[in-house]
């Protein structure tokens, strides 16, 4: 019962301190990117800060952290993984929803740090617009952070990879770094209870480009869900997500 009161304090106080935060930074990210992305990090640090001593709940990143033009496929299990990500890499542009850019606080923000776009409802030109938008944004060097399997998945449970990842691999000809994470354990997809313990989002050894799409969706595939299993296996609640 203690836990459950604690997770609904910090649940409120993640959602209430977005806005706060991002009026508090609002006049510096109005007319700059510099800006926009101190104030989504500022963001980021405090839920990460706050949710170790209201739930007991500590992040921690693994693996060499991706620098320069990378191509970064991760997978997806809790708003906590992106929360981790965008605070480890020094310039992430994710690839996002379309409808993000008109969310209240959240759209001002990822518009001006030129995040990219897609709708997901019309899959074969959200992959060719995902890669002109990337093509378009490589005057600054960035990472870009794709998530894979294209929405949380629940830990342990297998959904099939997406093939837009493959064509961003193919057209920009970078390496790509797979990502690997458990949060979703202690901050579900959906629910308010947050579990204590430590979160973890690892940066998986990178595949170089030019391999066959094929190859390279089977390799990335095998590697992130290795990783994921095994991350889930150090928690002490492994065999709740454990498929029948």
């Known amino acids: 019962m203690l836990q459950w009161i604690r997770s609904i304090l910090f649940s409120l106080?993640?959602?209430?301190?977005?806005?706060?935060?991002?009026l508090a930074y609002a006049p510096w990210a109005m007319f700059s990117k510099r800006g926009a992305y101190a104030g989504c990090r500022a963001y980021a640090r405090y839920v990460m800060w706050s949710a170790r001593w209201m739930v007991g709940l500590r992040c921690e990143i693994r693996g060499d952290i991706p620098q320069g033009e990378t191509l970064i496929a991760a997978k997806h299990q809790s708003f906590l993984d992106i929360?981790?990500?965008?605070?480890?890499?020094?310039?992430?542009?994710?690839?996002?929803?379309n409808q993000l850019k008109w969310a209240p606080v959240i759209g001002q923000y990822v518009k001006r740090m030129?995040?990219?776009?897609?709708?997901?409802g019309k899959r074969g030109r959200a992959i060719q617009k995902m890669v002109e938008e990337?093509?378009?944004?490589?005057?600054?060097p960035g990472q870009i952070v794709i998530y894979s399997q294209g929405t949380r998945v629940r830990p342990g449970l297998k959904v099939p990879y997406k093939v837009g990842?493959?064509?961003?691999?193919?057209?920009?000809?970078?390496?790509?770094?797979?990502?690997?994470?458990?949060?979703?354990?202690?901050?579900?997809?959906?629910?308010?209870?947050?579990?204590p313990g430590v979160a973890v989002v690892e940066f998986l050894e990178p595949i170089?480009?030019?391999?066959?799409?094929?190859e390279f969706m089977r390799l990335l595939e095998n590697r992130v869900e290795e990783a994921s299993d095994r991350l889930l296996a150090e928690t002490n609640v492994a065999h709740l997500y454990t498929p029948e």
Do not use: H
Not at 134 to 140: F, H, K, P, Y
Not at 208 to 214: D, Y
């Open 208 to 214: 170089e480009p030019g391999l066959p799409k094929a």
């Open 134 to 140: 990337v093509e378009a944004g490589r005057r600054e």
């Open 165 to 195: 990842t493959a064509a961003l691999y193919d057209q920009l000809g970078q390496k790509c770094v797979p990502a690997a994470t458990n949060a979703g354990v202690f901050w579900p997809r959906r629910g308010l209870f947050r579990r």
């Open 114 to 120: 030129e995040m990219i776009f897609v709708d997901r």
């Open 13 to 22: 106080n993640a959602t209430l301190s977005m806005p706060v935060i991002g």
């Open 83 to 97: 929360i981790m990500i965008y605070n480890a890499l020094p310039l992430p542009k994710f690839i996002m929803k």
